[in-house]
C-alpha cells in the first residue's frame, strides 16, 4: 500500500486562554490518499479550520499544537523544524483561504503575488515565474491572463478573485491542497463553478484535497469522504454515500435533515435545537448530549470512536441504525 | 433589593481599577499633590510671596543648606532667598488650580456642545464639527500662544485660552460617543415617552457616555498643566505675582548652565509627576471602561 | 489624478484666503489694528504714512483688500524691533527652524519606526514593554522640561555638547546649514532630538499597533501560508500596510512640529522662527506676530496638501477608485 499523502494522528490544539484551556482540537485522527477528496464538516467553533490550520502549522498563539502526529507522505510534520515546514507551506501543502478580499494583500499586485509564490520555494527567473503565474491563471478560467498580472485585487470581482488564490495554489504543483470554506463567501452560481474546477484539477494532477465547510450539501458533490467534526472531536466519518444515505450519529442526521433541499416545499425547515456549546464549558459527558433527541443515561460518559471497518465510525452511544431511512 | 456596591458597575469598574498597581500608585500620587497644594499655605515651611521674610544673602543655597536662622532649605533656594520646597507647594496649587479648574470648564462645555449635537444632528452638528476640525487641526499650544498675546497675562485669561484651546477635545469624543449611543433603545423609550430633549440629553444620554469622557477628562488635566507650564516657561502664560511650576522653572533656567540646577530641577520634577501620574491614571481608566462600552 | 490635485489645490486657496480673513479680523477688526501695525515710537510723519499704506482711515472691506495686495507683494508690517519687513525676518528664520525640524522628522523615521516594528512583533519581551513605557514618558512630559534635562545631562554634567546657539554654519545656495559643518552638527543635535521626542513616541506607538494589528490580518497568515521566507513577509506584505497610516500622521505632525519648536528653539537659544515670535511676543513686536501667524497658516495648508497627496500615491485603492 503506497503512502498516505496526509496521515492525521491523535491531533490535539489548543488554545491557552486567561479563562483556560480551550481544546479546539480534541484527537482527531484522519488519513488522506492521493487524488482524494476529504470534506470535514462542522458548525463555526467546532474545530474545522483550527485542524486546517494545525496541518499547516499556522495556530496563532495563545493556541498551540498539543500533541499527536501529522505525517505527510510519512513524515510528521510536527517534528520538522520551522524552516523545513515553511518550505513544504505553499509547494508541496497550499491553502486558499475563505475570503480573498481579506487574504490577498490589497496594496499588492496580483503578479507581484504570484511571483512571490513561486520564487520562495524554486530558483527560477522572474520571468519563468510570471510565465507559471499566467499558465496558472489561464488554468482557472481567468481572461486575459497576461495583463490581469498587472492588476490589484479590488480590481476583481469575488469569484474570479477566488480563482487567483487557487491559481496560486496549484502554481507549485502541490500535492495537498487545503480550502478552508473557500465558496463561503461567493453566489450559489459562482460556488458550483468553483467546485467543478477545483475537482477536476485535482483528479487532473493526482492532489489531495481537503475541503473545510458547514454546508454539508457543498461537500455531497465534490468529497470523497467525509468528516463531520463537533466540538473538537470527530463525530462520524465515512465515505460520501455512507454518510449521507446511512448517518448514524444524531448530529450528522440533524446536519442532514436541516439541508432546505430536504424540505418540502411548505414545510418548515429543520434546525437541530440548541447551540453549540461554548468550548470552555465542556465537560466529561457527550458534547451533543444538550440537544440531542436520543440521549440516554449512558451519554454522561463521553463515548469513544467505534469503528466499523478502516475509514468508517462514529462517537455515539446511541447511534441510529444502519436501516434508518434519513 | 439592594445590590451590594461591589457588584454595581461602579463598583465592579473600582475593583478592576485597583488591580493594577501602577494605577493605585499614580493615584496615590496625585492624591498626595493635590493635598499639598491645597494646604500649602498650612505646610510649607516659609510663605515665598512675603518679601519682608526673605533674606537675599540666602540667595542660591544648594539643597540641605541652613539658613541664618536654623531653618534648614530643604531644596535649596532660589535667586531671592525663596524657599524652593515652599515655592514649589505654592506653585503647584496654582498649576493644579488653572488645569483643573479650566478643563472642569471646558469638560462642561465641550461636552454639552458634543451632545447636543450628535442628538439634533442636522447643521448645527456640521457646523459644529466643522469648526472643532479646524481647531483641532491646529496646535493647541500656538492657538493658546495667540489667544494670550490677544487677551494679556493673567490667571483669569491663561483660564480662559486653556478653556478655548480644550472644549474642542471634549466636544469631539462626546460627540462621538453619543452617535453611538443615540440609536439605543433606551434613547427611544425616553423619546416615545416624550420626555424633553433637554432631559434625555442629559438624563438619559449623558450617564452613558460619560465613562468615556472622564477618561478624556483625566488625561485632558494632564495636558492643561503641562501646557500652561509651558506658556509660563516661555514667559507668556502667568506673571511672576502668580509663579505656577513653570514659571519657576523658567527661573531657574539661566542658573542651570552654571550647576545651580536645583532651582529648576525640583519644580521641573513636581511637575513631570503630576503629569505622568495623571496620564497613568487615564489609561488605567481608559482600560477598565473602555471594554464595558462594549457591550 | 490631475483633476484631484487641481481640485485639492483650489480648495486649498480657498482655505488660505478664508485663514487670512479670520487673522485680518483678528488684527484689524477686533484687535486696534493702528496699535498692530504702528510702532508706539512712530513720529507723525511715519504715523501717517502707514496710515496711508494700510489704509486704516478707509472702510473694513477696503482694508481687507489692501491687506491681501499688500500680503500678496509679502508686506506684512514692518518689525517695530528691527525696522525690517516683518516677512523678511521670518524668511530669514525659517531655514534654520526647517533644519531642526527635518532632521527630527528624520531621527523618527529611521528610530521610530523599527523600534514600534520590534516591539509590535513581540510585544510580551521585557525590552518592550520598557520601549512603551519610555515611549508613554515622552509622549506626555512637557518638550521644554525634557530639554532643561537633555541640558542638565549633556551640557552641565557630562558636557558633551554645547547647551545653545547655532554654531557655525556653511552655505548651500546661499542658505546656511548647520549640518555641514560639525560644529553645527554638534549644536543642532540636542534641539533636534527634543524636537523629535514627542514624535518618536507617538511613532513609536503607532507602529506598535499598527504591526499588532496587521499581524493577525487574514493577508498575513495567508502570505505565511504560501511559504514565504519571514523576512519578506514583514517587509514586503506588513511594512507597506502599517506605513500608509504612519506616512499620514508624519506629514500632519510636521506641521505641529514647527510650532512646537518654539519651545526647543527658546531653550536651546536656536536662532529660528519659533524663538524669534517668543521674542517679538515678549517686546510686543506685532507685525512679526501677525506674519508669523499667517507663515504657519499657508505651511500647514501647503502640508495638508503634501500629505493628501502622498497617500493618494501610495494607496493603490483610493488611487484608482478616483479614477473610476
Known amino acids: 500500500m503506497t503512502t498516505p499523502t496526509l496521515e492525521v494522528r491523535d491531533l490535539r490544539t489548543s488554545f491557552y486562554t486567561k479563562a483556560g484551556e480551550v481544546k479546539a482540537v480534541n484527537e482527531i485522527s484522519f488519513t488522506l490518499a492521493a487524488g482524494e477528496v476529504l470534506g470535514i464538516v462542522g458548525e463555526s467553533g467546532s474545530g474545522k479550520s483550527v485542524t486546517g490550520f494545525s496541518i499547516l502549522g499556522l495556530v496563532d498563539s495563545p493556541g498551540r499544537i498539543a500533541g499527536g502526529q501529522i505525517l505527510f507522505k510519512g513524515e510528521d510534520i510536527l517534528a520538522m523544524s520551522e524552516e523545513r515546514r515553511r518550505q ?40 519563468e515565474a510570471r510565465r507559471r503565474a499566467v499558465e496558472a491563471l489561464r488554468k482557472v478560467g481567468i481572461p486575459s491572463p497576461e495583463e490581469r498580472l498587472a492588476a490589484y485585487p479590488h480590481q476583481f470581482s469575488g469569484g474570479m478573485r477566488q480563482r487567483v488564490c487557487i491559481a496560486i495554489a496549484i502554481l507549485n ?34 492532489t489531495a484535497l481537503i475541503w473545510i465547510t458547514h454546508d454539508l450539501s457543498v461537500v455531497a458533490g465534490l ?80 463515548p469513544a470512536e467505534i469503528e466499523l471497518n478502516p475509514g468508517r465510525g462514529y462517537r455515539c452511544h446511541h447511534p441510529h441504525s444502519e436501516e434508518e431511512p434519513v | 433589593m439592594s445590590v451590594p456596591f461591589r457588584e454595581r458597575p461602579l463598583g465592579k469598574a473600582l475593583a478592576e481599577y485597583v ?82 479648574i479650566s478643563t472642569i470648564a471646558a469638560f462642561i462645555l465641550g461636552t454639552s456642545l458634543g451632545l447636543i449635537a450628535a442628538y439634533k444632528g442636522g447643521r448645527f452638528d456640521t457646523l459644529l464639527m466643522r469648526v472643532v476640525d479646524l481647531q483641532l487641526s491646529f496646535p493647541a499650544l500656538l492657538i493658546a500662544l495667540v489667544l494670550l498675546v490677544v487677551l494679556g497675562q493673567g490667571v483669569d485669561k491663561i483660564t480662559l485660552a486653556l478653556i478655548i484651546v480644550h472644549w474642542a477635545y471634549f466636544a469631539r469624543a462626546a460627540r462621538g460617543s453619543a452617535l453611538a449611543e443615540r440609536n439605543r433603545e433606551y434613547i427611544e423609550a425616553a423619546r416615545a415617552l416624550r420626555l424633553s430633549e433637554a432631559r434625555i440629553i442629559f438624563r438619559h444620554l449623558m450617564p452613558n457616555v460619560m465613562p468615556s469622557i472622564i477618561v478624556i477628562a483625566t488625561t485632558m488635566v494632564a495636558r492643561a498643566i503641562s501646557t500652561e507650564a509651558t506658556l509660563s516657561f516661555l514667559g507668556i502664560g502667568l506673571p511672576i505675582t502668580e509663579p505656577s511650576l513653570g514659571l519657576l522653572i523658567s527661573n531657574g533656567f539661566r542658573y542651570l548652565l552654571s550647576g545651580k540646577y536645583w532651582i529648576s530641577f525640583y519644580p521641573g520634577i513636581a511637575l513631570v509627576v503630576v503629569i505622568v501620574a495623571l496620564n497613568m491614571m487615564g489609561d488605567r481608566l481608559r482600560d477598565v471602561l473602555n471594554p464595558r462600552l462594549k457591550r | 489624478m490631475i483633476i484631484f490635485i487641481v481640485r485639492r489645490f483650489f480648495q486649498s486657496i480657498v482655505l488660505i484666503l478664508a485663514m487670512s480673513l479670520l487673522v485680518f479680523l483678528g488684527v484689524y477688526a477686533i484687535g486696534n489694528p493702528a496699535d498692530v501695525l504702528i510702532s508706539p515710537e512712530a513720529s507723525e510723519a511715519e504715523r501717517a504714512d502707514i496710515i496711508r499704506h494700510f489704509g486704516l482711515d ?28 516683518a516677512l523678511g525676518l521670518i524668511i530669514e528664520r525659517m531655514p534654520a527652524t526647517l533644519e531642526i525640524a527635518f532632521t527630527a522628522l528624520f531621527l523618527t523615521i529611521l528610530i521610530g519606526i523599527p523600534l514600534g516594528l520590534l516591539c509590535g512583533l513581540k510585544p510580551d519581551a521585557t525590552w518592550s514593554k520598557m520601549i512603551m513605557g519610555f515611549s508613554a514618558f515622552g509622549f506626555s512630559v512637557p518638550s521644554f522640561w525634557l530639554g532643561l534635562m537633555m541640558v542638565m545631562v549633556f551640557s552641565v554634567f557630562l558636557g558633551w555638547l554645547p547647551a545653545s546657539g547655532r554654531g557655525q554654519t ?92 518654539t519651545v526647543t528653539e527658546t531653550v536651546f537659544a536656536w536662532p529660528g522662527m519659533g524663538k524669534l515670535l517668543i521674542d517679538s511676543i515678549g517686546v510686543l513686536d506685532r507685525p512679526v506676530i501677525v506674519a508669523y501667524l499667517m507663515m504657519i497658516v499657508v505651511m500647514f495648508i501647503v502640508i495638508n496638501l503634501i500629505v493628501d497627496l502622498v497617500y493618494t500615491a501610495l494607496d493603490p485603492r483610493v488611487r484608482l477608485e478616483e479614477r473610476q
Open chain 3, 170 to 261: 556653511m552655505n548651500l545656495f546661499g542658505i546656511p546649514f548647520s549640518f555641514l559643518t560639525f560644529d553645527g552638527l554638534k549644536h543642532m543635535l540636542l534641539p533636534a532630538i527634543n524636537l523629535a521626542c514627542f514624535k518618536l513616541s507617538l511613532v513609536i506607538r503607532l507602529t506598535r499597533a499598527g504591526a499588532q494589528e496587521v499581524v493577525r490580518s487574514d493577508y498575513i497568515k495567508y502570505a505565511k501560508a504560501k511559504g514565504l521566507r519571514p523576512a519578506r513577509v514583514i517587509f514586503v506584505h506588513m511594512l507597506k500596510n502599517i506605513l500608509l497610516p504612519i506616512v499620514t500622521v508624519l506629514g500632519l505632525e510636521f506641521g505641529r512640529t514647527i510650532a512646537f519648536a
Open chain 2, 19 to 100: 488591580e493594577s498597581p501602577s494605577a493605585i500608585i499614580a493615584t496615590i500620587l496625585v492624591v498626595i499633590f493635590f493635598l499639598a497644594a491645597a494646604s500649602a499655605s498650612i505646610i510649607a515651611p516659609q510663605d515665598p510671596y512675603d518679601l519682608a521674610k526673605l533674606d537675599l544673602l540666602d540667595g542660591t543655597l544648594p539643597p540641605l543648606s541652613k539658613s541664618f536662622s536654623g531653618m534648614t532649605y530643604i531644596l535649596g533656594t532660589d535667586e531671592q532667598g525663596r524657599d524652593m520646597l515652599s515655592a514649589i507647594l505654592y506653585g503647584m496649587r496654582i498649576s493644579l488650580s488653572v488645569g483643573i
Open chain 1, 88 to 127: 513544504l507551506r505553499g509547494s508541496a501543502i497550499a491553502a486558499v483561504f475563505q475570503d480573498p478580499l481579506m487574504t490577498l494583500n490589497p496594496v499588492l499586485r496580483i503578479g507581484t503575488q504570484m511571483v512571490e509564490a513561486v520564487c520562495a520555494h524554486a530558483k527560477v527567473a522572474k520571468s
Open chain 1, 173 to 206: 504543483q502541490p500535492a495537498l491542497i487545503i480550502a478552508d470554506e473557500p465558496t463561503t463567501a461567493l453566489d450559489v452560481t459562482i460556488q458550483a463553478q468553483i467546485l467543478y474546477e477545483m475537482r477536476s484539477l485535482c483528479a487532473e494532477s493526482g
Open chain 3, 58 to 85: 478707509k472702510p473694513l472691506y477696503a482694508q481687507y483688500g489692501l491687506f491681501l495686495a499688500n500680503a500678496a507683494k509679502g508686506d506684512l508690517g514692518r518689525s517695530f524691533k528691527y525696522n525690517e519687513p
Open chain 1, 223 to 302: 468529497a470523497d469522504k467525509i468528516c463531520v467534526m463537533y466540538a473538537g472531536r470527530i463525530v462520524e466519518r465515512g465515505s460520501v454515500d455512507q454518510i449521507l444515505d446511512h448517518p448514524r450519529h444524531p448530529y450528522t442526521r440533524g446536519l442532514i435533515r436541516s439541508l432546505p433541499a430536504r424540505s418540502a416545499r411548505g414545510d418548515e425547515l429543520y434546525q437541530i435545537p440548541g447551540m453549540t456549546p461554548s468550548p470552555l464549558a465542556l465537560g466529561e459527558d457527550c458534547a451533543f448530549r444538550a440537544r440531542c433527541p436520543r440521549a440516554i443515561a449512558a451519554c454522561s460518559k463521553e
